[in-house]
């Protein structure tokens, strides 16, 4: 059975730092896109970061840029998102996913991937 599992999040002041794992137990996903979403209350879901493969090329969100890095660790099948300079509007359930295959086409589309997580919740107060 595949398993993500997300940790990590956490209650903390604007400005301050988090960094979220997640470890995929089940199969191998290191030449599969993995990605993180994100869901505020009475919001959909939307794209954060996504990560091609472990040795690819990264995309972000406009919302995250410059403040959000996505990483990769085949060996450990984990995907990390580490979180800077957070603010009130980054509070939401953050979500893991990742594709069944290798395409990487449409990477910000939540309904091209195949697994999720159950999510953690980060919570940023001023």
């Known amino acids: 059975q595949v398993y993500l599992e997300e940790s990590g999040g956490g209650l903390v002041q604007a400005g301050d730092s988090l960094r979220l794992s997640c470890v995929a137990t089940?199969?191998?996903?290191?030449?599969?896109?993995m990605a993180w979403f994100r869901q505020a209350p009475g919001k959909a879901r939307e794209f954060v970061a996504v990560a091609t493969w472990s040795a690819g090329d990264t995309y972000y969100a406009d919302s995250v840029k410059g403040r959000f890095t996505i990483s990769r660790d085949g060996a450990k099948n984990a995907v990390y998102l580490q979180m800077n300079s957070l603010q009130s509007e980054d509070t939401a359930v953050y979500y893991c996913a990742a594709r069944g295959s290798t395409s990487v086409a449409n990477w910000y589309v939540t309904r091209t991937y195949d697994y999720w997580g159950q999510g953690t919740q980060v919570t940023v107060s001023s």
């Open positions: 089940g199969r191998t996903f290191s030449n599969y896109p």
